[in-house]
């Protein structure tokens, strides 16, 4: 089994600016899938970035970023240029290849200041 | 093209009574998960259903939940006999891959149980 701990529960960022939130995760497999969702208030999950843990590149989609440091168990999420549609909750989750349901940190709210 | 769907959007029962929520999930998608979202627990696995395999029910809280999936597309989750601590939000998600794929989520039913 897996666990993913995200020890901020909430954030607040100026809009234009730059935030990293954080995950720390835990498993014994080698195959396994690490995530960051966002949730606005719609309650919509919309996939943020992927990282494949075999993969040493850090995912980019556009102004998200991830730092995944394998052997620390880091995933953390930076967020550039922040806008305030950026506002949300965010999750990090993992699973692992042989089980792929997913295991959710308990989230971060992300507050954007105009 | 379009993404996962969820029936009904909000549900209201009264406690005892049987609910059913529906989810159509991204066609061609082979596997298919139900995840709970409540303030208390976060958001926690429930099914989960792979082409023609025998679905993994280890996360279903008790007897009174149940879910099938009906030629390998649309989903059914069954709640019986509701509790008020049923209530939450229930997140239908599906994806490619044989489990490996990206969890595409739909949006969501809210139940409430009074």
């Known amino acids: 089994a897996q666990t993913v701990t995200q020890s901020q529960p909430e954030m607040s960022v100026q809009e234009a600016e730059t935030v990293t939130l954080s995950c720390t995760y835990d498993?014994?497999?080698?195959?396994?899938?690490l995530f960051w969702y966002k949730q606005p208030p719609s309650r919509q999950m919309i996939l943020v970035i992927r990282?494949?843990?075999?993969?040493?590149q850090n995912a980019t989609e556009n102004r998200f970023s991830v730092n995944f440091q394998k052997a620390a168990k880091s995933f953390s999420l930076k967020i550039s240029d922040s806008q305030l549609g950026d506002a949300a909750m965010y999750f990090c989750?993992?699973?692992?290849?042989?089980?792929?349901?997913?295991?959710f940190g308990k989230g971060i709210t992300l507050s954007v200041r105009p | 093209g379009a993404g996962v769907s969820q029936s009904p959007s909000n549900k209201v029962t009264e406690k005892g009574k049987d609910v059913e929520l529906r989810c159509d999930p991204i066609?061609?998608?082979?596997?298919l998960y139900w995840y709970r979202q409540s303030l208390g627990q976060g958001l926690e696995f429930l099914i989960y259903?792979?082409?023609?395999?025998?679905p993994d029910k280890s996360g279903l809280p008790s007897d009174r939940f149940s879910a099938e999936r009906t030629g390998g597309s649309v989903s059914t989750l069954t709640i019986q006999r509701t509790q008020q601590e049923d209530s939450a939000v229930y997140l239908c998600?599906?994806?490619?891959?044989w489990g490996r794929g990206t969890q595409y989520f739909g949006p969501g039913t809210r139940l409430l149980v009074l």
């Open positions: 259903f792979q082409g023609n395999s025998a």
């Open positions: 998600a599906s994806s490619s891959g």
């Open positions: 066609s061609g998608h082979t596997a």
């Open positions: 989750a993992c699973h692992t290849g042989a089980n792929s349901k997913l295991t």
């Open positions: 498993t014994s497999e080698s195959d396994y899938y």
């Open positions: 990282q494949e843990a075999y993969k040493q």
